[in-house]
């Protein structure tokens, strides 16, 4: 097998060790993380083969992603109408969130209209349930709704996506306008934001790639790092997804690690993160990375006066009434 494609090599899947049964101690939220164009919601679509329950309101297929978002509509609109506008920021945007800029009044406020919208849209909450909230937009708002989720309930469980940086641009340029520099220093902007967060909290890193290669094998990764109890029939689940959802042309683009040197136009810092992040798809050993990653935030968070200039370019671009919004 291609290891450029995947890391998995050929599997039998008679010699899987299935998870065993593990009681929940309460209800656990599946919290799928990774910038958008990452493969996010074909994540969320593979989390329900371990019986997790997505939202009541999900957000509707469409030409964008016709096989479907998997994505909380509420949670998205809550986002991108009211919580980043607070913020001075745009989904887009690849400055810092300033959280000093909301009053403590005014997050309360926030946090409770946060908090109806989950209770809502995953209610009933009991004991000895999964579920599953997936919104690309959490990435850059974790101190927001990680408390918000606790408040809830729920036990949280972090399953990262990871994709390359020059596909994420690419499609973030065929999608939204983006150029090849713009994306890569967004696809850093994403991940710092992710990273910082979640430290603490159960997670998986799971490779993009190897979906598509074995997603059997996937859900036992995740089942097994985040001690989560696999049905009897996972393997007839997995294959219902694969019949039914998985289509590699949902790849789009494909790029091989040695191709990402070859544009001077992706940032070689985005190109460092991801190999950072490779190795812990490979290992699942955090704390590796975020040795890496730590240096990369410093220089990251001086060059913000230079970030924030370019949002302001590009938010007068993207927003005017010549643009047609991708």
Same mark, same amino acid.
């Given at each position: ?17 299935? +998870?065993?049964? #593990? ?7 599946? =919290? ?16 329900? /083969? ?9 957000? %509707? ?22 919580? #980043?506008?607070?913020?001075? =920021? ?5 400055? /810092?969130?300033?959280?000093? *800029? ?15 919208? !989950? *209770? ?11 579920? !599953?909230?997936?919104?690309?937009? !959490? ?22 996506? %990871? ?11 065929? *999608? ?35 979906? &598509? ?25 997995? *294959?219902? &997804?694969?019949?039914?959802? %998985? ?52 220089? &990251?968070?001086? +060059?913000?006066? %230079? ?20």
């Amino acid at each position: 097998m291609n290891q450029i494609d995947g890391f998995l090599t050929d599997l039998d899947i008679k010699d899987l060790k299935i +998870a065993s049964s #593990l009681p929940l101690d309460k209800p656990t939220m599946l =919290l799928v993380l990774g910038p958008d164009r990452s493969g996010t919601s074909l994540t969320a679509r593979l989390l329900e /083969c371990l019986g997790g329950k997505n939202s009541k309101h999900l957000m %509707l297929p469409n030409e964008g992603n016709p096989t479907g978002y998997f994505e909380d509509m509420d949670v998205y609109s809550f986002n991108d109408n009211v919580l #980043l506008p607070r913020l001075g =920021l745009y989904w887009h945007s690849i400055s /810092c969130v300033d959280w000093n *800029c909301l009053t403590s009044s005014v997050r309360s406020q926030l946090e409770q209209e946060a908090l109806d919208i !989950i *209770c809502k849209n995953y209610s009933p909450i009991s004991s000895h349930s999964l579920f !599953i909230l997936k919104e690309p937009r !959490i990435g850059m708002l974790l101190p927001f709704w990680l408390p918000v989720l606790h408040r809830a309930g729920f036990d949280v469980k972090i399953i990262s996506i %990871l994709r390359d940086p020059m596909s994420v641009a690419q499609s973030l340029k065929r *999608c939204h306008g983006f150029s090849i520099t713009h994306g890569g220093v967004w696809y850093v902007a994403r991940w710092l934001a992710i990273l910082v967060s979640i430290q603490k909290l159960p997670i998986v890193f799971i490779y993009f790639n190897d979906i &598509f290669i074995n997603p059997l094998k996937i859900i036992n990764l995740i089942a097994n790092q985040l001690q989560l109890a696999l049905s009897n029939d996972i393997e007839e689940q997995i *294959c219902t &997804f694969t019949t039914t959802y %998985l289509d590699r042309r949902l790849r789009h683009f494909k790029t091989n690690k040695k191709d990402l040197l070859l544009d001077s136009n992706l940032p070689v810092v985005a190109v460092k993160i991801y190999n950072a992040l490779l190795n812990v798809c490979r290992d699942q050993h955090i704390e590796k990375a975020i040795k890496i990653i730590s240096s990369m935030k410093q220089i &990251f968070l001086e +060059a913000q006066p %230079l970030f924030k200039k370019f949002d302001e370019v590009f938010n007068s671009y993207y927003y005017s009434e010549t643009h047609i919004i991708g």
